[in-house]
């Protein structure tokens, strides 16, 4: 069985990112950035925050998108159709996926609070 595949890019950061790895099958977006030591923004790593939000996009499978995460997105306004996810929350579980990490630039953890 093939193993999943993260694609990691910041072509407008300062550091530039494009880093591919191989992961266990449910590894967190968050959890593998970490290991590859990719610069990714994050907070509590419980869904609680919403600061490390990141684009996705691919053919990739990924963990269905919980209660909790739904809420988060939707109070920063943010997309609910999958292209936003929070990495502290979303697990691949098969095929190959790209995470944006120039998304983060894009909002803020508390827009859409208030």
């Keep these: ?58 053919d990739g499978e990924l963990s269905a998108m919980a209660a909790d995460e739904k809420d988060l997105l939707g109070r920063m306004s943010l997309p609910l159709d999958g292209t936003a996810r929070l990495a502290c929350r979303t697990r691949i579980v098969a095929g190959e996926m790209t995470v944006d990490l120039d998304f983060q630039d894009t909002y803020s953890p508390d827009q859409g609070e208030g």
């Excluded at 591919?20 to 030591?37: C, F, M, P, S, Y």
């Design 1 to 58: 069985m093939t193993m999943p595949k993260i694609r990691f890019l910041a072509i407008k950061s300062p550091n530039k990112v494009d880093t591919t790895i191989e992961v266990d099958q449910n590894t967190k977006i968050l959890a593998a950035a970490t290991r590859a030591k990719v610069p990714i923004r994050f907070g509590c790593a419980a869904c609680r925050c919403g600061t490390c939000g990141v684009s996705i996009s691919g």
